[in-house]
């Protein structure tokens, strides 16, 4: 009896443990690039950690497009998906090698012929605008996992974007709305705030 108790012990033991160690495991490293873990750094945003309820979510893709729609989390999530090891540097100096797994924005969009611009929107007011040529040429993604992990709430749940070689000011977080426009000129919210509106990384970090 004693040895049968001594076996479910250990056994459950084990149990525990293998349970936990699934839990933590982290990525390191991929494709030869260190990865730095996701919250290493940083701050979160202009009004905190958004928690974004996703059975009521969905993505709002509006103007210069073909058909404009509502999408749910599971609608995005049935795109073909990406992984790529990407670099984010804030203007303020700090920067994070992560592994994002997302949906390419043009997967999302159809946009019409005079489009040139697209605006992006976020749950805490916040919003960011790219050239459609760069978010085509570059296959800019929309993640859903960071280092293999569904994005915590803190780094945008249910999607950050991705937009590699640009500082981290056009990572939009908590995005809410996708708006296809013929207006290069649009600010978004640092970028109204004196913030160079290319924010190419190595580039003017200002205005000029
Ligand atoms: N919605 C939203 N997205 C945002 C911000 C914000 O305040 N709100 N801050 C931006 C800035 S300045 C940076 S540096 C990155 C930081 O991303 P991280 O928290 O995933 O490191 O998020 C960007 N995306
Ligand atoms: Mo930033």
Redesign the pocket.
């Known amino acids: 009896m004693k040895k049968i108790i001594f076996v479910l012990i250990l056994l459950f033991i084990l149990g525990c443990s293998d349970a936990k160690e699934l839990d933590d495991v982290e990525i390191k490293e991929y494709e030869g690039k260190k990865l730095d873990s996701p919250r290493r750094s940083?701050e979160?945003?202009?009004k905190g950690t958004q928690y974004i309820n996703i059975s009521d979510y969905n993505l709002e893709i509006t103007g210069l497009v073909s058909e404009e729609k509502r999408l749910s989390y599971d609608e995005i999530l049935s795109e073909q998906k990406y992984k790529k090891a990407v670099t984010?540097h804030?203007v303020e100096g700090w920067s994070?090698t992560l592994l994002w797994e997302g949906i390419l924005v043009r997967d999302l969009i159809d946009p019409l012929e005079e489009a040139n611009t697209v605006i992006f929107y976020?749950y805490?007011g916040?919003s960011t605008a790219l050239p459609l040529s760069y978010l085509y040429d570059n296959d800019i993604i929309m993640a859903y996992k960071v280092n293999e992990k569904v994005l915590p709430n803190?780094?945008?749940f249910p999607f950050?974007l991705v937009a590699e070689d640009k500082y981290?000011?056009k990572?939009?977080?908590?995005i809410t709305k996708i708006e296809v426009s013929d207006d290069p000129s649009y600010k978004g919210y640092?970028e109204s705030r004196g913030y160079d509106n290319n924010a190419d990384v190595g580039g003017n970090i200002f205005e000029d």
């Open positions: 940083g979160i945003g202009i984010l804030c994070d976020a805490d916040y803190e780094n945008g950050q981290g000011i990572w939009i977080k908590w640092w």
